[in-house]
């Protein structure tokens, strides 16, 4: 039994979307809990899900950062940032969606969500494929596109024509005027290509929950408009899906089809397989290897509500400690009361950073601070606790 | 050593004020606690400085709870509330002055501050003279009056009169015409009678930190009419000492004093000796044989902040704690920033009521249930950390 003043503890927090990156998180939390616990150990692993923050993760445990210019959502040129990582199966890319079209990206938003475009992430594999790497995971969170993934596909060879054989954008606007889909000049490379597909979303690619109702709006889809795209893309999956021979049709009604506005589906339709975002960035950054002789976790994200239990990086950091014995205590930036009583059962302790009543501005321009404070409250805690038990 | 699922948990926390009181604050937390460790013994103990709560403090572990009909502090007459408990050393009443000259209650201050007086804490005492008791505990907070405790005086005996010799009013008002003060017909049951004070002031009568300067305003006192209230007390408290024949002249100047407009001074000039309000209620609630075979206890209070340190009641919960080999952690409605420091090295982690970012209005309006949340967090993470520990 060590010390309680010299834990080893393991901090593996999301980032908070809006304030911190899941290194800054990280950093902010080791400082509050050094203060409490100047003996500690503290191994920082900062988590991701698949969505912004990902490439980021994967690497910090060694690997390269990568950049390479493709085509943004809306047209634009675009330095997008991947990571390459050798792991024990072979070099592996790991790409964010959110890099190359991403929603909190200004520039990329610039043209209408109908004008939108996934080429560049075609254009990324497509690199990749040329460098001779076969090892792809494509974290899919934070697109700010609806296309169904057809400018990955375009950008890979695959060719979208309309009534008069005359190629249409791989658009929501151009596909509402898709009559062929050709797939005989697809990259065949992809076929010896295994492509991991990081997503926690479980949407199929249209309907009632389907990416363009339940994602569109909030990525400037018009209310009224949502019936006609849903429909549009229906049609494109399932030409889409006849034309490249698909194993499995109706690949657009699986889960998860719907993620990043329909490119769950594309990169489904060219081999790729799904995997929880968070489940495989946590083997990226042998979270396993942190835990196991460990004394305490703390995790975390921006707001903890009922979505967490589904997956989400917290979920997936409370699950591996369940696992190998380890406490793991929730430290987020809000959390949903509606979900107290779940997460009560899943975490050491649910607690968050503000310290007195606020507003969220204040709590975002103050999460640094708030977040080294909260975690100096939770060593002071951790220090006292079981120093005075064995006392009497 | 117990069991981490069935530990006693002594919860021993001020009132919220505004939202919740002593009571309701044991009872919230003592909830939330059960619902993470539902083998918990919960000891609660309700604690109080001696403002508004500490009758109802005292009187947790026995006791009557008695009124009587008074004068309030704008000349209404109001039923105040006071205890009546046995003590060891002989039956002792506990007075609120916040019953009596309350600066919550409405009525009490329906005339301006310069017209107030604390008569009717004069009254309680005599009547409690009149009963046949000879100990008064006095809590000091809360009121709403500046007068000196020229109404007490009077009430008592004293007698306030002008160059004329005519009595004037025992307000700040009246005392602006003093010329002469009588004690010849001051109750002489005082002399045998122990008057505890209860306050955690250390201001003095008169000055720039007097009780006009520091607590005037708040009072109502309008700034510009400070230095002239201020004389006033200054004269009146010279001539009351002179005439009571003061064993040590200059109490006026003595720490404390300055409590509740100077009734500090007045309950000193009648033989009232200060204690720390904290202190006599922790006593009073047995809180040393609560926490003596205790493992873990829970104090807190509306805000916390540097002024916690100086003797408030989670302070000298923490100190009873501390004595006795028990960790203390505070849970409070909100904490002060800039006093995290200082307070996270006298408590074994220092925590707040918001689960996200609120407003004030929100926090208190949510108070019962974010307390019971907070303290579920709580009870999670002792759970769950000493028992990953012997697992090693």
């Known amino acids: 039994v060590r010390s309680p003043e ?21 950093d902010a939390i080791a400082r509050g809990l050094k203060r409490a616990l100047p003996g500690a150990t503290i191994r920082a692993r900062p988590m991701a899900d698949g969505g912004e923050g ?19 959502a809306s047209g634009r040129p675009r330095q997008a940032t991947y990571g390459l990582v050798n792991r024990p199966e072979g070099p592996t890319a790991i790409i964010e969606v959110a890099e190359i079209v991403g929603i909190t990206d200004g520039d990329g938003t610039s043209a209408p969500i109908e004008a939108r475009s996934t080429r560049g992430v ?6 990749l494929l040329d460098a001779g790497l076969r090892r792809v995971m494509m974290g899919l969170g934070g697109s700010s596109t609806n296309d169904g993934g057809a400018g990955m596909l375009a950008a ?9 054989g005359r190629p249409v954008e791989p658009t929501p606007a151009g596909l509402s005027r898709l009559a062929t889909v050709e797939a005989r000049d697809l990259d065949p490379r992809l076929r010896t290509c295994a492509i991991t597909i ?20 909030q990525k400037g889809l018009r209310p009224e408009d949502i019936a006609e795209v849903d429909g549009v893309l229906a049609r494109y999956a399932a030409l889409t899906e006849r034309a490249l021979g698909a194993a499995t049709p109706g690949a657009g009604a699986q889960a998860g089809a719907g993620a990043a506005g329909g490119l769950g589906f594309a990169a489904r339709a060219i081999g790729g397989t799904f995997a929880s975002g968070a489940q495989v960035i946590a083997d990226l950054i042998g979270l396993d290897e942190a835990l196991v002789d460990a004394d305490w976790a703390i995790t975390g994200e921006g707001k903890s509500d009922g979505q967490t239990l589904s997956g989400k990086a917290p979920f997936v950091v409370a699950a591996r400690g369940r696992d190998l014995g380890v406490p793991v205590t929730l430290l987020s930036g809000a959390l949903d009361d509606a979900a107290l009583g779940a997460l009560g059962d899943v975490f050491a302790g649910c607690f968050a950073l503000p310290c007195r009543p606020m507003s969220l501005d204040a709590c975002i321009a103050g999460a640094d601070r708030l977040l080294a404070d909260r975690a100096a409250a939770l060593g002071a805690l951790w220090r006292r606790l079981p120093a005075a038990r064995p006392a009497r």
Chains 1, 2 share one sequence.
Not at 206 to 214: F, H, K, N, T
Request: overall charge negative; charged content about 15%; glycine content about 14%.
């Open 156 to 164: 890979l060879g695959a060719r979208f024509l309309d009534e008069a």
């Open 122 to 127: 075609g254009e990324l594999v497509r690199a």
């Open 6 to 26: 010299s834990p080893v503890v393991v901090v593996a927090s999301d980032s908070f979307k809006g304030s911190l990156s899941a290194r800054e998180v990280a």
């Open 198 to 217: 990081l997503s926690d979303v479980t949407n199929p690619l249209c309907g009632a929950i389907g990416a363009s109702a339940v994602f569109g709006p």
């Open 54 to 72: 990902t490439v980021e993760a994967a690497l910090a445990g060694g690997g390269e950062h990568r950049t390479h210019l493709v085509t943004g």
